[in-house]
């Protein structure tokens, strides 16, 4: 029994962690205040396909923001957020041999849509790649 | 190379069920972000099967995933390779005395942290990311794979262990 409590304890400590995380990760950033952001989505050979500045409010999420001024948008849900499959006719194929990536204000998001920190005036670049 | 040529079918056969595992729980698990069993797995197999027999089903596992999930390329691929190798090679030098489940989960956490890190190197030469940005956005993913980690290998290590005991299965090749 001796030998067992650290093993419990230590579960459990890891337990609370793991939940913890995931909750983290699963919560969607909101906007904090009303403004303004530009979004644009970019073909594979950087070709604007759409760009548009958007007025956002105060809860607004990302996914919301991006469904309310674009045509054709597919979200997928994944173990790590919304998800984008699909914007302005463009559509990830099943092999995701091209995918989209994000940009905020040209840096690469380590973030994806849902985790996304919507700010005023920021520019959320939305560019097809490829895998190869 | 003369270890490789002494393989027996049965090895062989070990090597191509054992990666078909750590793939499929992969792909089981992937509902959940970052909750898997594949350190667990890789600490057992190092372990148990030794550090050929490991590096052979880590090495199937990195190419057969990479093609699965289209990732197969110089942006991840080396990185999960080197993160993964890591662990038979530790565990049967310098961690080879390593016994009990509790270190050897403390030591899933280390593993954990240097696969996640090793990331590190192409999201700064090759994508171009603030390692400061990337560090901060990637520690709950870290946490959570820390923490499925340790709680994976201080559950099943030790009936798994007693599992390949029973089965024979061991590090003779």
């Known amino acids: 029994m001796q030998q067992k409590l650290p093993k419990i304890l230590y579960f459990i400590i890891a337990l609370i962690i793991m939940i913890g995380s995931i909750l983290v990760i699963n919560n969607q950033e909101s906007a904090t205040s009303n403004g303004q952001l530009t979004i644009e989505i970019l073909a594979i050979d950087d070709t604007v396909i759409s760009s548009k500045s958007v007025n956002f409010f105060k809860g607004d999420t990302l996914k919301q923001i991006i469904e309310d001024n674009f045509d054709d948008v597919l979200f997928e849900s994944s173990s790590f957020g919304p998800y984008l499959t699909g914007i302005e006719g463009y559509v990830t194929p099943s092999d995701f041999s091209t995918y989209i990536s994000i940009y905020i204000d040209g840096v690469y998001s380590t973030v994806g849509i849902g985790q996304i920190d919507i700010r005023d005036n920021i520019t959320i670049t939305l560019k097809v790649e490829s895998n190869q | ?173």
Do not use: C
């Open chain 2, 1 to 173: 190379m003369r270890q490789l040529n002494q393989m027996s079918i049965y090895d062989i056969v070990l090597v191509a069920i054992l990666s078909a595992v750590v793939f499929i729980q992969e792909q089981f698990l992937s509902f959940l972000p970052n909750v898997q069993l594949t350190i667990f797995l890789v600490v057992l197999f190092s372990r148990k099967l030794g550090i050929l027999k490991t590096s052979l089903i880590i090495t199937i596992h990195v190419i057969i995933d990479g093609l699965f999930t289209s990732s197969l390329g110089v942006i991840y691929t080396p990185f999960i390779f080197v993160g993964l190798i890591t662990i038979p090679v530790t565990l049967n030098t310098i961690f080879k005395k390593v016994s009990s489940t509790i270190a050897l989960s403390f030591l899933g956490v280390l593993y954990e942290i240097i696969y996640s890190w090793l990331f590190l190197i192409p999201f700064v030469y090759i994508l171009h990311v603030d390692p400061v940005t990337y560090i901060i956005a990637d520690i709950p993913f870290q946490l959570l794979l820390a923490s499925s980690s340790f709680m994976t290998i201080l559950l099943l290590y030790e009936p798994s262990s007693n599992l390949f005991d029973l089965l024979k299965i061991d590090k003779t090749v």
